[in-house]
């Protein structure tokens, strides 16, 4: 995200702002406590995202013969869950937008602070990890919490107006989502150019195990499945940026983080839309 042009950054943003208005004013507070009322779920939640994905990237970095820059996007991605396209794909299943957009604030949240730890029991004990803290949590507050509690307080004080104001909500974040998919798509071609195919494989690879973890461990529900894994396999690109640029000066990982969040995305599109026929 930070390597973006102004304007698909710009519109990023509102992306995001707007989906989480949306969510904001379709929770209600029971939504948002059953989050953490349904511990065993979100314990597999924690689990698959904190400690069997950064396994899985970690074995990735360690058996494949991938160029340096590669392996430290793999191991930074593999540590640092939350990606927040996932909301344009959580959103979208039927009964779950309050919880995917708690999910989505829960998991950004705490990947901030358990990321780096995960970081550095992967790297090699010579690289310092290093996280701009005050940039992430600016980040994770002003574009996730602060809307989401806005819409909230919308809902809470005018209903009627959460309910004219959420549908239109939700389709300006879908529109501005694939706006900003092309106006972003060269920069993503010359990433995935620049890695090769020998990456690219690997990559994929990675993100389909990660969402077979997140589908595996969703839980019983044909609804938390999809979530789960959607959560799961997109990783947070824009949190991955700002740790990797500091703590890997010498290597130029943006292309590959680049590259990866591309790789994330036709994964997911199909497996909600499949998602959406069966739940018709």
């Known amino acids: 995200m930070f390597l973006m042009d102004t304007l698909p950054r710009i519109l990023t943003f509102v992306f995001l702002v707007t989906a989480m208005l949306s969510v904001g004013m379709q929770a209600t507070a029971g939504d948002l406590r059953s989050l953490f009322q349904s511990k065993g779920w979100l314990l597999r939640a924690l689990l ?16 494949s013969s991938l160029k340096p820059e590669v392996l430290a996007a793999f191991l930074v991605l593999a540590c640092t869950p939350g990606g927040i396209n996932a909301l344009q794909f959580t959103t979208k299943l039927k009964g779950e937008s309050s919880l995917a957009g708690s999910m989505a604030f829960l998991m950004c ?7 780096p730890v995960l970081l550095k029991l992967a790297v090699p004990s010579e690289v310092t990890v290093v996280v701009p803290y005050g940039r992430a949590l600016l980040y994770t507050l002003v574009f996730l919490l602060v809307p989401l509690i806005a819409g909230a307080v919308v809902r809470i004080r005018n209903l009627r107006l959460a309910e004219k104001l959420t549908k239109p909500c939700a389709i300006v974040s879908t529109v501005v989502f694939f706006v900003v998919l092309i106006l972003t798509m060269e920069l993503k071609k010359e990433a995935m150019r620049a890695v090769g195919r020998e990456a690219i494989v690997w990559m994929l690879l990675f993100v389909v195990i990660s969402m077979a973890v997140g589908w595996l461990m969703g839980g019983p529900a044909r609804e938390t499945r999809p979530l789960l894994a959607t959560v799961t396999g997109m990783r947070n690109v824009a949190i991955c940026l700002l740790i990797a640029i500091e703590t890997f000066p010498n290597l130029k990982v943006q292309a590959p983080l680049v590259a990866l969040s591309a790789l994330m995305l036709p994964p997911n599109m199909l497996l909600t839309a499949y998602t959406a026929f069966r739940l018709r």
Not at 48 to 63: H, L, S, Y
Not at 109 to 115: N, P, Q, R
Request: positive net charge; charged residues 5%.
């Open 48 to 63: 698959a995202n904190f400690v069997v994905v950064p396994i899985v990237g970690i074995v990735i970095a360690r058996t």
């Open 109 to 115: 949240s705490l990947a901030v602070f358990l990321s």
